[in-house]
């Protein structure tokens, strides 16, 4: 039998005994090693939850520190409308973090409304009308300019194809506004109400930010069916109540195909469905079997746009009467209030974001003749939500350091060491940042303590809200007193924070340590199979040798004690 054939399995039992007890004892650095790399997986497992908390307290913290600019306590604020008459809505509001804090008393005088004109009736809305033909609504023919008003380095206007499927822009006067910042000429379109237009830029995108005026003379092609000629060398700063250039701007209407088998309800839906200029879309309903046609906008001056470009369909249905609306049904109007006595006038009644700063009103549909009060308050639940979500990562934090670098004995007398004992920095962090939450800062102001406003330590070191109330009070009536305290006590922790997190801190640096201790103990593993393999073969070759000696030394025992016996017993 050849000992290259052999395997472990053909070998005698006492061999396979044999070596695995050898291999078992040669075995035991590689346990070591294995049970060392479950430890570094381990430390690695705590020190990403470390980091993790870590940064979630640092993010937490610097929301309530003013200067974050992830800051946001004060930045809400909430608003209450409170009708005159008791039944009614008047108004609704929103308020962003920009509006000031008071009460506005606002009276309605009258409502914005859209320009609405009718039809005569007709006997059936859905039986063909036997009219044909093709309506222009919206808008002209062919898209016009009139009346330009040239300012220096603004010649003149002119009218171009929309670009990148964008809207034409709706029929209105529209300015260009010139400044210089930083040395650079920038410029913006906006409309007869100062609103910004978005407009085409050089790179193709669109924007309703100032952008950067042309450095050659040329058109610039706004994208929505207008351009502007520039002369940069000439630009001065204009604005639209101080010498803008200016120009009134119709967009081409949409043509609506009416064929002689269309009903009302048909003419109707071909309206709604035809594609408008941006702010000239006419809605078309149909009201006591009359064909009732409303412009998208209200306010003073923005009148429908229809004619008959070919055939009499208008004409017919009684829309139009020699070129002119027949039944006008509603005059268009701006929506006229005052707050605080101050007038207000505007072109519609929803969003209105231009009359308090920071605060977007909408008038009711019961609005007219009509007062209400607005209140504009600081959000405290907000606040407080923020100094809870500080409160609650701290407390997270705490209670995992708390385990961590604890030893706890078991009901059999044995103990288990938490994954960071052997680790004094953590220990130090912990009870550093205790130390931290209770101590007493220098701020000029009237609060010295957390616990002034309301955040303490309870007997187990737990953080909380203790008193909502003192909270609140002292967010209402010394806002900037809170401030300065948070500002240095949270200043604080962020700075014994910062020597943990970052790519230079403490957490990063043992993650490192901690991955190239890994590395090497995974290397060390693998040499150590490597090895053992190799010496398990080894044995195996060495005692399937030892087995095949001796194998061969039985047989030739039999065959001589066979041959002699024989011998002896025939003689």
Known sequence: MSSNTISATQLDPTFRTIIQQTLEAERQPLKRLTARRDE????????????????GLQSALRSLISSQPTYTLGNARSVKVTPAAAGSTVLSASASSSAAAGQYEISVTSLARAHRVRSDAVEYINQALGLSGTLRLGGLAAAQVSGAVAAEGILAFQTAAPLDGKPALGSDTYYVETRQQEGVWQFRLVNSRGEAQSIRKSDGSYTSEWQSAPTEAGWVDTGRGL????????????????????????????AVAVSAGDSLADIAAKINQAVYAEGSRVSASIVNNHLVLTHQLSGVGVLLLAADESGSVLESLGVLQGGAFKTVLQTPSDAVFTVNGLTVQRGRNENLNDVIYGVSLSLSADAEGKA??????????ADVKAVQAFLDQFNALQKYLADKTATVKNSNNTYTRGALVGDGMFRSLRFDLLRQFQASYTTGQSFSRL?????????????????????????????????????????????????????DGYIKKSQQSVESQMELTRKAIDQMNERLAQREQTLIQQF???????????????????????????G
Not at 230 to 240: G, T, V, W
Not at 470 to 496: M, P, T, W
């Open 372 to 381: 209400a009060s607005l209140t504009v308050e600081d959000d405290l639940s």
């Open 451 to 503: 616990e002034d406003i309301g955040l303490k330590l309870s007997d187990d070191l737990k953080a909380s809200i203790n008193s909502r109330s003192a909270l609140e009070n002292a967010l209402r009536s010394d806002r900037n007193a809170v401030k300065a305290l948070l500002d240095a006590a949270l200043g604080a922790l962020d700075s014994r924070l910062n020597q943990f997190t970052g790519a």
């Open 227 to 254: 351009k502007i000629e520039f002369d940069p060398a000439a630009l001065q700063a204009r604005s639209r109540g101080s010498g803008a250039a200016s120009v009134n701007y119709t967009p081409q209407g949409a």
């Open 544 to 570: 399937a040798e030892m087995q095949t000696r001796m194998t061969l030394m039985l047989y030739t025992s039999q065959q001589m004690n066979s041959m002699y016996g024989n011998f002896f017993r025939s």
């Open 40 to 55: 570094l997986q381990v430390q690695k497992a705590v020190y990403n939850d470390l980091n993790n908390l870590l940064t």
